[in-house]
């Protein structure tokens, strides 16, 4: 068994993979840190988990006792957290958050298993992508390994509310969200560097904008994008490229027809259509944000690291009504 800790247990990633890992045939949860929670039963703030577990929260962190540690804080806690705790070496890490994910001065591999599986199975320590990133980046990934992405990328991304966090906020607030849309940062969001960083690893060079738009969504779970690429290649050509580069993919699969979100919620899947209209191809890719877009990346990795089947604890099923 894989002896697990989680870190930042008490928010929606947290509980997601406390969920993911209670069901997983290989997985064993040592310790569910949160310290504002330490002591309280783990159902009683993860309220899906009744009858599940009597799993508690502690403020504890054993590290010696477990093979693998999830970071589930926010962005930019993971580095500080390093700085003032040790990990013993032997002791793998997977970073939930984005303080990891450019290439730097650090030896964390890019946790996206379909271009760095390789990589991922010999890694000692992940930087789980983004949920955007994720997302566009498997939209546009086959592109890029054909060299189509020569002109600016148009991108339009919606996400639910459950990617803002736990934490309440003005733009998370039901009365605000509810019947309502909006958008963010656009052209400037953080997910922007490790979309390039992967694009550039299977293009070679990229000189184009990605001018990304996200929008907040009136719902609670997946990302839905739409993706632009100006290309005077054929359209059958492109997709029988997408399926070829994706056909040994786990969870990633190329289909035939117009998607639509239901069709991810609640799995780890990432599904991709191509409609072509003149010189443009129009890439829709979706997934679910808190699973495929976080822990359930990450448990795909940790399957990976640990040299088990990726699939394991993954085996999910969309609500289609």
Known sequence: MIKVGILGAAGYTGGELIRLLLDHPEADIIFANSESNAGNPVAEVHEGLYGE????????MPFEDVDVVFFCFG?????????????????KIIDLAQDFRIKGDHDYVYGLPEINKVDIQKAQHIANPGCFATCIQLGLLPAAKMGLLKY????????GSTGAGQKPGATTHFSWRNNNLSIYKPFTHQHLAEIR?????????????????????????GIFATE??????????????YKEFYKDAAFTHYVDKPL??????????????????DNKLLVTSCIDNLLKGAVGQAVQNMNLMFGIDERLGLNLK???F
């Open 53 to 60: 577990t009597d799993l508690k929260f502690t403020d504890a």
């Open 75 to 91: 962005h930019g806690k993971s580095e500080a957290f390093l700085k003032e705790h040790t990990i013993p070496e032997n002791v």
């Open 152 to 159: 600016d990328v148009s991108v339009n991304a919606i996400t």
């Open 197 to 221: 960083q992967s694009l550039i690893q299977l293009q070679g060079s990229l000189d184009v904008d990605i001018d990304f738009i996200p929008y907040r969504g009136d719902f609670t779970r």
């Open 228 to 241: 632009v690429i100006r290309t005077k290649a054929y359209a059958d050509e492109v997709i029988a490229a």
């Open 260 to 277: 639509d979100l239901k069709q991810v919620v609640n799995t780890n899947k990432c599904l991709i259509h191509i409609d072509a209209f």
């Open 318 to 320: 969309a609500s289609a």
